[in-house]
């Protein structure tokens, strides 16, 4: 496929100032009339415009009134001849109910949808699809009244009647111009929880959040996290909201999570449906950072906009990070706080550490791409959010919000680059450590890879002076063999085992407990003073900066620091850098599986349960093993079956060995009385959840029929999903003779409610292979009535929950990768997105032990080889197989 790149970027030729857009709304036959008011781009050489077009019926094409003549070239209507300002009118059709990539318009459970972002516009009209085009939109829709009784598009409602033959109208104006990938209706049989709000600054405005009927009530927390983001964004950045009316619409058709279109964002049911009995915490807690992320896109996205989708990072890290801040902030307790970054800490390394190290690796800001779905990745949005909390961590909270209101008074209005927001940061903080070493930041932006940082230190009794040597590296990636250092911020501690952290100076300043050293040449050396006892370390404190961090600390400073570190972040990371350390001995070594774990870490981790100051979410994160996937990132030629049976043999360890102390747990942080998603509770579910699995487990191995017992009593009385759910995955992850019973329970309750069905699959996919069992289970499901991989939720709860599934997906006879092929093909034949990110799950191919990496390799190969694959799956295999 033809390769787009950042270097070739151009203004546009002409510039589209107004758009009118009216719709004749039919399920196989929708009409677009769309007048333009075009002019030409002066700045630009006199050239033909080119419109892009996507699987459009064109009728007719009209300047200023008049047919005209015009060409096609591929996709593109091509007008030549043009004066400098017109009228152009086009018309065209297009069948929304055959339009399975729900890309453009779209239907869903009879509701008419649109998706945007990132080049969908032109699948409804000829346009400019770039975002640096904006325009003034209004919009009239016109459908079925019965049908199609609620009308939406993006601003403000400002006509609607009743036409004849039994359709209605309605006309919407946006006073906000924007670029079309922004723009967004809805129509159909809907229903809206209200709320009229006044904010800090006076302001009177309407939220509505949209859903089918039946499912009003299940919209509470949507709103109340909306509610909570209009107050936060103006609390902590000053950003008003600057629309009388903003709408929130659900569909359960929809490729990923939310789409921030202005005035009307459109979400995946996922995203905002929930209540006690069928969400669990994660579910709570994803709708409050999705809402509140397609909010703040409505000044870091909308109100400044992209120049061109390799700045896809200037509105996705920039949005991404506000998300995580405003968790963060509603979190309230320094631990809560903590248990949010470590979850967001774990995302970034067993996602897109991954990604970094193999084919895929791109910059934040990448050079090239064939086909723009393919980088909405983790990269561009998890480790794009991290460059933008080392602005933070570099320039202090004030000055960071001092950045950002500089950035704001500069663009408003307009679609710019990250150099554009690099630049305001550092203009705002002159003389701060970022403006003197901004042009090096900004080699986060242009350099792929994870960098690794390699501590050194040095103790001198005597001198009572610590000196710790950093120096860093990066891997090669894909066109990037040899990089150059990085700014690299690292918050460090002293820590004396005992006594806790030490006020030391650094280079004779302010003696301090915390310092962030600035890490900017290949290596530097960091002097400590009035260091009053032999230091543990703690370095790289909260995760201030994405990346690797080498240090050579003995299991005893590993157990001091999870015991002692005043970051709990760091504590975090030391036990889990413990654990690490002993299941990849068990992996490589020959030794017998039967105890993983060494005493004093199984100790360790008892205390940590065991201790009456930390909250229940900080536990079951230290006493929750890494990943199956982490595990393998660390290795060089992966036998996935190894690593899975390591890690189980560990986890059934942890079980026996802490039996009494799981068991005490469970009692301790058992639900009593009504469901509330807060952080306290939600972390007390965690924990019981946590406890009751290990006691399940064990129960394999003792024959115990005590806790299977409780497991199953609680699948059916639990008072919430959360509760209900976990018990549920004890039996089914233990494979107890229980879980068939359970399941069939929890199908027929939920018969009704597709996310909870989602989760019923999901559950199933996921769960541990026993035996080379698990494909077959998915096979099975595959041809269960309720399965349909039209619908993207669907697809994922099954064939992606299986693709996440090492140990089932990794076989030694290669049907994993055999079915995950025959997938992909199927569903690439509808909806290309949505199998290009089937397809990223062998990205790590060559990292496999045999007979895992020839089995991948042919699958790849035989993917490679079909003759009508989508663009968007060519880009994915074809670098894999580079
Ligand atoms: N901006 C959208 C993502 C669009 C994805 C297009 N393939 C949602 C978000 O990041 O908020
Ligand atoms: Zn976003």
Redesign the pocket.
């Known amino acids: 496929p033809p390769v787009i790149r950042r270097e070739d970027y151009a203004p546009p030729a002409y510039w589209i100032d107004t758009v009118d857009l009216s719709f004749d709304l039919d399920p196989t036959k929708t009409r677009v009339l769309n007048r333009m008011r075009v002019r030409r781009n002066a700045e630009q050489p006199p050239q033909p415009l080119r419109l892009d077009g996507d699987e459009l019926n064109l009728a007719r094409v009209l300047v200023n009134g008049q047919g005209t003549s015009f060409k096609m070239d591929g996709d593109q209507l091509v007008l030549d001849g043009l004066p400098d300002e017109f009228d152009l009118e086009i018309f065209t059709t297009c069948n929304p109910e055959k339009n399975t990539k729900l890309m453009g318009l779209y239907l869903s459970q009879d509701t008419f949808f649109t998706q945007c ?2 080049e969908g516009f032109r699948r409804i009209t000829y346009f400019l699809d770039r975002p640096d085009v904006m325009a003034s939109f209004s919009v009239t829709l016109r459908a079925d009244r019965k049908r199609f009784p609620v009308l939406l598009s993006n601003g403000n409602l400002v006509e609607q009647g009743v036409l004849e033959d039994g359709r209605h109208f309605a006309k919407w104006v946006d006073p906000h111009r924007k670029p079309c990938y922004l723009f967004a209706i809805v129509a159909g049989c809907l229903a809206a929880r209200e709320q009229r709000i006044v904010t800090e600054s006076g302001s009177e405005h309407l939220l509505q959040i949209y859903v089918r009927p039946g499912d009003l009530d299940k919209t509470e927390h949507a709103m109340q996290s909306l509610m909570h983001s209009v107050a936060w964004d103006e609390a902590r950045f000053g950003l008003k909201l600057d629309l009388e009316r903003f709408m929130v619409v659900a569909t359960s058709d929809f ?6 279109n202005k005035g009307l964002n459109i979400f995946n049911t996922k995203y905002v449906l929930a209540s006690p009995a069928t969400a669990t915490d994660v579910d709570f807690d994803g709708i409050e950072s999705v809402i509140g ?2 909010y703040f ?1 409505n000044w870091t996205g909308n109100r400044v906009t992209c120049r061109d989708w390799f700045q896809l990072s200037l509105k ?1 890290g920039l ?1 991404v990070f506000r998300d995580q801040e405003f968790s963060m902030d509603l979190a309230r307790t320094a631990s809560a706080r903590a248990v949010k970054r470590i979850e967001d800490v774990r995302v970034l390394r067993t996602v897109q550490f991954p990604e970094d190290a193999g084919p895929m690796a791109h910059p934040v800001r990448p050079d090239q791409y064939a086909e723009i ?1 393919n980088f ?1 990745t983790v990269t561009v949005y998890e480790k794009g959010a991290e460059v933008v909390r080392m602005y933070q961590t570099l320039l202090g909270r004030e000055g960071f919000a001092k950045g950002l209101a500089l950035y704001f008074e500069r663009h408003d209005g307009q679609a710019v680059t990250c150099d554009d927001f690099a630049q305001a940061m550092s203009d705002a903080n002159p003389g701060s450590t970022l403006a003197l070493h901004l042009d090096q930041f900004k080699r986060w932006y242009s350099q792929a890879g994870t960098p690794r940082v390699t501590a050194v230190g040095q103790y001198d009794a005597e001198g009572q002076r610590y000196t710790l040597t950093l120096s860093q590296t990066c891997p090669a990636t894909p066109g990037q063999a040899e990089k150059q250092p990085f700014v690299i911020p690292v918050i460090a501690g002293l820590v004396a085992p005992g006594q806790g952290d030490l006020a030391v100076s650094l280079h004779g300043g302010e003696p301090a407990t915390a310092h962030t050293l600035v890490l900017t040449e290949p290596s530097q050396q960091f002097v400590f003073e009035r260091v009053t006892a032999e230091p543990v370390p703690s370095l790289l404190r909260g995760f201030s900066a994405p990346v690797v961090l080498n240090q050579d600390l003995s299991d005893a400073e590993l157990l001091a620091l999870l015991a002692q570190d005043s970051d709990p972040f760091n504590a975090w990371e030391a036990g889990q850098r413990l654990l690490m350390r002993q299941l990849l001995a068990a992996v490589t070594g020959a030794g017998d599986l039967a105890a993983p774990l060494q005493a004093d870490a199984v100790a360790a981790l008892r205390s940590t349960l065991r201790r009456s100051d930390l909250d229940a979410a900080f536990k079951a994160l230290v006493l929750t093993l890494p990943t199956e996937s982490y595990l393998a990132e660390q290795l060089a030629d992966v036998d996935p079956q190894r690593v899975h049976a390591v890690r189980e043999a560990a986890r059934r360890q942890l079980a026996r060995d802490l039996a009494a102390d799981w068991a005490w747990a469970f009692d301790e942080h058992e639900d009593n009385g009504s469901y509330r998603p807060d952080p306290v509770s939600s972390g007390r579910r965690s924990l019981a959840g946590l406890a009751l699995g290990m006691l399940v487990e064990l129960a394999r191995e003792t024959g115990d029929s005590v806790w299977p017992g409780k497991a199953y009593q609680r699948t059916k009385d639990a008072g919430n999903m959360t509760d209900r759910y976990a018990a549920t995955a004890a039996l089914v992850n233990a494979g107890h003779a229980l879980a068939q019973p359970a399941l069939t329970r929890f199908h027929d309750l939920f018969a009704d409610d597709a996310l909870v069905i989602d989760k019923w699959f999901a559950l199933q996919a996921a769960a541990p292979d026993r035996g080379g069992d698990a494909l077959g289970r998915v096979e099975a499901l595959l041809r269960h009535p309720d399965f349909n991989a039209r619908n993207p939720n669907r697809a994922r709860s099954l064939i992606f929950s299986f693709t996440g599934n090492p140990a089932a997906f990794h076989r030694t006879d290669g049907a994993g990768y055999t079915f995950w092929r025959e997938q992909l093909l199927a569903i690439d034949a509808f909806n290309p ?1 949505v199998a290009a990110r089937l397809a990223r799950a062998l990205d790590r191919w060559k990292k496999l032990a045999e007979p895992y990496r020839s089995a991948a390799h042919g699958e790849l190969q035989k993917v490679a080889a079909h003759p009508s694959l989508s663009k968007d799956v060519r880009e994915i295999v074809e670098k894999a197989l580079a």
């Open positions: 972002e990132a490729n990923m999570g939310a789409m921030e992320h397609e896109h996705e949005t779905n909405y997105q």
